[in-house]
C-alpha cells in the first residue's frame, strides 16, 4: 500500500490519474468512490473490487407446487377429504415471503353449528396473531361462504363455517400469508 501511495504522490503523470493499476496484482486504486470501473465496488483501502453479489435469501424468489393438506383439531366433523368434484388437493405459489393457497375440503358435518377445519400449511411459518394468514371459502351446496383465518396455537389455516344441518359439504378455499421473518 506504502509503494502504492508513493507512487500516486510522487509520480506527477499517475497524480494526476483518478486511478492506478498496480502492475504487479491488476487492483485498481482509485481517490474516489465514483471513479471506480462499473461493476466494481469502492473499498476502505481505496481499491475497486469486484461489487459484492447478496446471496438471495428464503424470503427472495419464487416457488409453487401442489400438496395434501393434513387436518388436526377439527370440530364437528367426520374426516375430510381433500379435492373433491374433480378438484385438486391444493394448489400454492410462494412469491418472496407471501403464500397463497387455494384448495377444496370436502367434509361430512356431525350436527347442525359451527365446523371448524384446520388445515396445515404448504410453506411452515409462525403466527403471532389470528389476522396473519385471511382468506375466503365457499361453499358448494349451502350457496355461502365465510373467512380462513390463522390459528396461532397450532400454525394452521383454520376454515370456520355455521352450517345449518347435518351433512356432506365442499368448501373451495384460498388464503394468503406471509413467512414470518420475510
Same mark, same amino acid.
Given at each position: ?22 502492475p504487479d =496484482? ?28 447478496? @446471496? ?11 400438496y ?11 374426516p ?9 388437493? @391444493? ?8 403464500v397463497?393457497? @387455494? ?8 350436527? @347442525? ?28 351446496f349451502?350457496n ?11 400454525? =394452521?389455516?383454520v ?16 388464503? =394468503?400469508y ?5
Amino acid at each position: 500500500m506504502r509503494t502504492i501511495l508513493a507512487a500516486l504522490l510522487f509520480a506527477p503523470s499517475l497524480a494526476a490519474a483518478a486511478c492506478f493499476v498496480h502492475p504487479d =496484482t491488476g487492483t485498481t486504486y482509485c481517490s474516489a468512490a465514483s471513479e471506480c470501473p462499473q461493476g466494481t465496488a469502492w473499498s476502505h483501502t481505496q481499491a475497486c473490487v469486484a461489487a459484492p453479489v447478496a @446471496a438471495p435469501t428464503f424470503c427472495e424468489g419464487t416457488a409453487s407446487g401442489s400438496y395434501s393438506p393434513t387436518t388436526s383439531a377439527d370440530i364437528n366433523s367426520k374426516p375430510v377429504t381433500f379435492g373433491g368434484l374433480g378438484a385438486p388437493p @391444493a394448489m400454492w405459489a410462494r412469491v418472496g415471503g407471501i403464500v397463497q393457497v @387455494a384448495g377444496a375440503v370436502q367434509y361430512y358435518a356431525l350436527a @347442525a353449528g359451527v365446523v371448524q377445519i384446520h388445515l396445515s400449511l404448504p410453506v411452515a411459518t409462525e403466527f403471532e396473531t389470528f389476522v396473519d394468514l385471511a382468506g375466503t371459502f365457499a361453499a358448494l351446496f349451502e350457496n355461502s361462504g365465510g373467512q380462513v383465518v390463522g390459528f396461532v396455537q397450532g400454525n =394452521t389455516a383454520v376454515l370456520h363455517y355455521p352450517w345449518a344441518r347435518v351433512g356432506n359439504e365442499i368448501l373451495r378455499y384460498s388464503y =394468503t400469508y406471509r413467512i414470518k421473518g420475510c
